[in-house]
């Protein structure tokens, strides 16, 4: 359910695996996220800067946890037949996928919150960390203001 | 004996990703623990200075400076996540 | 951009196609709904009911038109590198495909709230009915009051 | 001459997918049109009885009962929308 690799995924055939666990499914959901060549740009005090490469670093077995935590956590909140969430490590180059998330469920609103909420938490509360390498440049990856934002809309309910 | 990791931009100003030590004596919590490590590594002081910018994991699990230690614990020092 | 069609799709062609057209994409995200045996339940005053086939039913020209102002008032309110709707009429079976819309954008929140804004407008502004048939019995579905409710939150916004 | 379109559970109420008529010289809008239709089709009152369960297009875009006609307009009656 929970992958942590370095090799790239097939959409279809995490798609198709949704569908086969989820059984008599009315709605799936995938997100995927790409490295961008442009990153940062709006809300990112550093501007844009043209990404060679995106080395991705993680907490080996916190990671796991925290995201098992984040789906059980969607799982209670929303009555989902399957999820499915990926993230890659390692170095990564511009429009390779990043990340999947992946929520089948009986109805569309379901489906659409648990992936945006197993999203905002990934981004904030999984241990990974992204340096961008940029020529001869290389930073590590701001936190974003809006990621913080995102989770916050979440409290509520 | 306690096992610190370092992570990302801390692990780079640290220079280390791993540490072992004896919990000493007078270190009760997370707290206390860093005032030991800048005893030990003066240089850690770019990193720790800004509570920001530092997060703290005991056993895997995100804590404040507050948190007790136990021989045993495996600790962890970071920057705010940026995966996805 | 835009599909009205008998024939079945596949998510990891229409996957490629969003990813090519929108160049340096951060995120996509794919709803994609799928016809259930057991329509109804909560929410449903019919309950539920073992389907055997569902007949989607259209009004060719304005359905395009619809889904075309849709699409068009979505790229107005989100910065959407591409956009992608497929619509399957005639006759489906449980378990088959039958909506699909998919969103690419520099980042998740908008490619989110776009697939979402859509789909919402899909269900209750695109002139298309549902007749499912269980047994000997057919009747068309009823519209949703949670598709209604849906729709009200753009209002806001 | 008017197209009139009729779609799902109201086509199959009134019983034709589609007719064509010459716009009658008192009908100016939706709501004459619909008592027009009724006086040439009685049993067409089962599902236009209820405004809530009858949407009116014209010229493929919804429209409400004030809605003026003009020859050669394109006039569509069918139920809310279940597609998705």
Request: glycine share 8%; net charge negative; no cysteine.
């Amino acid at each position: 359910m929970i992958s942590i690799q370095r090799e790239d995924f097939s959409l279809e055939q995490e798609y198709q695996k949704l569908r086969t666990e989820a059984g008599d499914v009315g709605a799936i959901v995938t997100f995927t996220g790409i490295v961008r060549e442009l990153y940062g740009g709006t809300g990112d005090k550093r501007g844009a800067a043209k990404t060679d490469t995106l080395y991705l670093e993680h907490y080996p077995g916190m990671t796991e946890t925290s995201l098992a935590n984040i789906v059980g956590a969607a799982q209670k909140k929303w009555p989902l037949l399957a999820v499915r969430v990926i993230h890659r490590v390692g170095e990564l180059k511009p429009q390779e996928q990043i990340v999947f998330v992946g929520t089948a469920s009986g109805h569309r609103q379901d489906a659409f919150d648990a992936a945006q909420y197993i999203m905002d938490f990934l981004k904030s509360r999984a241990p990974f960390w992204k340096k961008q390498s940029s020529g001869k440049d290389s930073h590590w990856v701001d936190a974003r203001v809006s990621d913080a934002e995102a989770l916050a809309r979440w409290q509520d309910s | 004996m306690l096992t610190i990791h370092y992570f990302a931009s801390v692990r780079e100003a640290v220079e280390r990703s791993e540490e072992q030590l004896e919990l000493p004596e007078n270190v009760a919590n997370i707290g206390d623990l860093i005032e030991h490590l800048l005893l030990l590594h003066p240089h850690f002081e770019t990193v720790f200075q800004d509570d920001r910018k530092i997060l703290i994991a005991v056993n895997q699990t995100v804590v404040d400076k507050s948190q007790a230690l136990d021989p045993g614990d495996e600790i962890a020092f970071f920057p705010p996540m940026t995966g996805g």
